[in-house]
């Protein structure tokens, strides 16, 4: 071999060597890199990151506009927690500004149909005390929609005999029951406990059966039944009413929608969506299943209180 062959070679020796040092310097750099940029991030889960690099590598940049980011983040979160606490005292207002107003028109349509009017007048104060009773279901539709959904009502669920929160939604629904001569029928008697808050539940169970006994024609019948299963209870209220299309299914549970069949019925569509509200606050759902002039069953699922 001549001189030249062993220069060449011993050049391209050196240019391999100086390529894997070249290679391992940039790996070295870039584990450095990583880990600098995990330390970071894990500061700025932490809510530690400060800024420790002021050369100007893009790492050091990278840092600053972490940093601006996180700052801003926080801004936005306070201002966040501002506008609840607004929300959270402008609904108390409304709903402690108008119950005394609701209030004094009710009482006073009352005092006024004591009162011997002509016969004219009579539509006129009835009129008025239905509207009244409509703002003041709509008032306190809102402000619990609103409270739910601001996070301000918070959902404690608890152990609690499921057939006990029926109970108490029948009750309350009763008085309209009878009026329309609504048989209601609880099916056999259980003592299956579930995990929720009774007082939320008991609303989300009332909503239901008021419109079981509201779309439902006089005379019929609503039917409760509760069934334990493995990890949830299930309570289906069936009534004979007009029953609802397949397409709607979905629909009925969102905010505000009502089903063309149903407007000659007072409502303003937002009980279902309160109820579905209330139970997926406590991890359970509702479904429907009906069929147009065959009835509808709406079952409410809530989580069984393990042993
Ligand atoms: P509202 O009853 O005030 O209209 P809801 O949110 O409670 O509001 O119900 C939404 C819609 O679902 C109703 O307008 C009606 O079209 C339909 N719906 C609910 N329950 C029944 C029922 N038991 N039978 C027939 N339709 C029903």
Redesign the pocket.
């Known amino acids: 071999m001549d001189k030249l062959n062993i220069l060449c070679l011993m050049m391209a020796l050196c240019a391999v060597i100086a390529a894997c040092c070249a290679v391992w310097l940039y790996r070295r750099q870039m584990v450095k890199l990583m880990a600098q940029l995990g330390q970071m991030v894990d500061e700025a889960v932490n809510g530690s990151l400060d800024e420790h690099l002021f050369d100007e590598s893009q790492l050091s940049a990278v840092e600053a506009r972490l940093k601006q980011y996180l700052t801003q983040c926080a801004v936005s979160s306070q201002s966040l927690a501002k506008e609840k606490d607004k929300i959270k005292s402008l609904i108390a207002d409304i709903s402690h500004q108008t119950k005394t107003p609701i209030a004094n028109i009710l009482l006073y349509a009352q005092l006024l149909s004591e009162y011997e009017l002509p016969e004219t007048c009579k539509p006129c104060i009835q009129a008025l005390t239905d509207q009244a009773e409509k703002l003041n279901f709509l008032i306190s539709a809102l402000v619990k929609m609103s409270r739910l959904e601001t996070g301000i009502i918070t959902v404690t669920p608890k152990p609690c005999q499921i057939e006990e929160l029926l109970t108490a939604a029948i009750d309350q629904i009763t008085p309209k029951a009878q009026e329309k001569q609504i048989t209601l029928i609880q099916a056999a008697s259980t003592k299956t406990m579930v995990l929720c808050d009774p007082k939320w539940t008991i609303e989300a169970l009332y909503?239901v059966l008021d419109?079981?006994v509201?779309?439902?024609p006089p005379d019929s019948v609503v039917t409760m039944t509760i069934e334990p299963y493995k990890l949830f209870c299930r309570i289906d209220i069936t009534?004979q009413?007009?029953?609802?299309t397949e397409e709607?299914w979905s629909k009925?549970f969102s905010r505000f929608?009502?089903?063309p069949?149903?407007s000659d019925h007072e409502?303003?569509?937002?009980?279902?969506?309160l109820t579905r509200e209330i139970l997926s606050a406590q991890s359970g759902y509702i479904k429907v299943a009906?069929q147009p002039q065959k009835g509808?069953t709406?079952s409410l699922f809530l989580p069984i209180k393990g042993e």
């Not at 009413?241 to 609802?244: A, E, S």
């Open positions: 909503n419109n079981a509201k779309y439902a009534d009413g007009p029953g609802i709607e009925i929608y009502r089903s069949a149903v409502g303003v569509g937002i009980g279902l969506y009906s509808s709406f």
